[in-house]
Structures are given as C-alpha cells and as structure tokens.
C-alpha cells in the first residue's frame, strides 16, 4: 500500500503513512497503481549540483575563476543533497567540487612556472 500524499511504500492494513502521517484508509486502491509515479514526482535535481558541474567543467577547460564558483556551489549541493532525500545531484556536486580544485591547483602550478620561468629572464 502507497501513501497518497508522499509515495511512501506503506505495510498492508495501515491506517497512517509510516513517513507523513497520511490517512491510508480513503483511497488506498487507487493510490497503488499510481505509486511509481508519485514517488518519482517528489524527487528533483539539485539546482546547485548542476551549477558546480557546468561551473566546474568550464573553469577546468580554461582555467577561469569560474572554479571558484564550482567549489562553492558543488559544497553547496551537497550539503543539500545530505539534507532532502528527494532530491538528486550528488553526483554532480561532487564532481563539479572536484573539478574546481583540480583547476584551482592547476592554476597555481600553472602560474608557480610562469613566474619562475620569467624570472630568468
């Protein structure tokens, strides 16, 4: 039996909905066929996770401050994906996070070089 209200998976015979407290005993066979549907309806994309990704993807391709941004807002994602189990992009939070240090690190060794190899000069 499928919660109405939240498409919890519910034990037969329940009254109440194990995750919201919903009243089971109104429209539990309907609800059952519609579950799969419902649940997926409750579940979205981090916003945050797919700015790190793009921001990281890019800073990492030209070295740009846009690696900064992949670092804040891939730490920003994830934090929010831990805290809402609906919603998705942990994933890309992480890698955008990752991406953005990589370049940031690529960045310092990139200038740590050209200095020294000016300095000669």
Known sequence: M??????EKNPEGSSFCTKCGASLTAAAAPVAADA???????????GMAVA???MGIIGFLFFGFLSILAIIFGAIGMSQTNKDPNLKGRG???????LGIISIIGWVIAMIFWSTFWWWF
């Open 2 to 7: 499928f919660c109405p209200k939240c498409g």
């Open 36 to 46: 799969p549907r419902a649940a997926a309806a409750g579940t979205r994309t981090s």
């Open 52 to 54: 790190a990704l793009v």
């Open 92 to 98: 890309m939070a992480v890698t955008g996070l990752v």
